[in-house]
């Protein structure tokens, strides 16, 4: 496994929470969730110290650990910083053993330049209703400058996306549960789970960041700001739950991790 690519970078308005990291045996990207909270210096803190603990974890980690196995040992770090603040994170993990990939969360996975973005449907309720709250606006004759410095559909779905987490880790049959790594056990019928076929040449695996995931980074970075240039609301054919704010680089922080197998 060779690495061929591995970036990373924040959104603009603040640290960058994801990370990657490769090892011989494993390579992972890991997305921490953005804090929502009063005091968000405190959190966001928190949260760069999870995720710089889960690169640890797969640093220390056997080659030869059992993929789902290593779900559990991410769990434990994670509980382990289970304080006040509670921070958490998505993670697309690669056993080179196992030739297996599992994504926790959300996440893109491309394999020999065919990608799929695993994500969970409740985003894609909230994102929706967002999506009417800032049309209707734009119907009204309000500006796009003026609801990216005002979003008043992120403002409509606030109370949705704090009940979130509630919906972590729920081991039962639901449309709108996913998995997570917030301390708490992550139930096997939450996770994706991708074997990579052992002819594959590259595997790619990428944060939410990235509306599209091309072959190269180069080409996925032209496609966000592109994408970004052409619906910087984030109401458009990759809607989001939150416009591109003022000052932001990009709506999210974004991670690009390429390698030859």
Known sequence: MRLVTGFSRGNGRGPNLDRWVVTDGWAAVFDGVTPRGTDLDVTTAATVALVDDLVRAVEAAAADLEPLAMVERLTETTAAHQGAQRPSAAAVVFSLTARRVVVVGDGWVGVDGAARFYDHRFESVVTEARRAVTQAALAAGRSVDELRRDDPGRRAVHDLLVGEAELRNVDADGPYFYSCLDGRPVPRRHLAVVDVPA????LCLASDGYPVLAETWQESERALFADIEADPLRIGRHAGTKALA???????????????L
């Open 199 to 202: 002819g594959a040449r590259s």
């Open 246 to 260: 003022p000052g932001a680089e990009t709506f999210d922080d974004r991670t690009f991790l390429l390698l030859e």
